[in-house]
Antibody, heavy 123, light 107 residues
């Protein structure tokens, strides 16, 4: 059974960098698949942030691309998100998920999700 | 970007009812449409991928259909645990975008 768990600071100040890590168990991320981040502001819908492959290939939401960095640590079976210059608009529950990427020109769907972590942005 | 529009935004139904939720894409996405269920305070769960394929462990009362721009999620006989918010999501192109959600409530 694939399981994902987000971790990181529970509060970030405006203009700082939000950093989260997703730990994967029950599956070796080096075996394949992309691994993604999706966020959900309180009471609102879902927004994909970006996804990363174990080889380092990434694809990002153009609306966030200038502020997002995704990385992967195969030795720890983890992948990470950094979102810079945050504002109150970045307050959200952040989910990590396995991205069943369909190939070049397509995107993917998300078959296993972490429980989510609420990250408020506030001074 | 491809925009996804769900209807209705909310829906009231009773246990045992047959329910249909619609998702429309702003351009053709072939069969690359996925459905998720989300309960309050929980992560979304994949129900259906590529329009009509049932994800592992999802009850057979859930079904999906459609192609091109118009898609439906049908629950054949509502169970108490089905009251939740449902999202569609296109995987035809990047960025993968979700619909705004349909909240299914108990009548």
């Amino acid at each position: 059974q694939v399981q994902l768990q987000e971790s990181g600071p529970r509060l970030v100040k405006p203009s700082e960098t939000l950093s989260l890590t997703c730990s994967v168990s029950g599956y070796s991320i080096i075996s394949g698949y992309f691994w993604g981040w999706i966020r959900q502001p309180p009471g609102k819908g879902l927004e994909w942030i970006g996804s990363v492959f174990h080889g380092g290939t990434t694809y990002y939401n153009p609306s966030l691309k200038s502020r997002v960095t995704l990385s992967i640590d195969t030795s720890k079976n983890q992948f990470s998100l950094k979102l810079s210059s945050v504002t109150a608009a970045d307050t959200a529950v952040y989910y990590c998920a396995r991205d069943w990427y369909l190939g070049p020109g397509y995107s993917g769907y998300f078959d296993y999700w972490g429980q989510g972590i609420l990250v408020p942005v506030s001074s | 970007d491809i925009q996804m529009t769900q209807s209705p935004p909310s829906l009231s139904a009773s246990v045992g009812d047959r329910v249909t939720i619609t998702c429309r894409a702003s351009q053709s996405i072939s069969i690359y449409l996925n459905w998720y269920q989300q309960k309050p305070g929980k992560a979304p769960k994949l129900l259906i991928y590529t329009a009509s394929s049932l994800h592992t462990g999802v009850p057979s009362r859930f079904s999906g259909s459609g192609s091109g721009t118009d898609f439906t999620l049908t629950i054949s006989s509502l169970q108490p645990e089905d009251f939740a918010t449902y999202y569609c999501q296109q995987s035809y192109s990047a960025p993968p975008r979700f619909g705004q959600g349909t909240k299914l409530e108990i009548k």
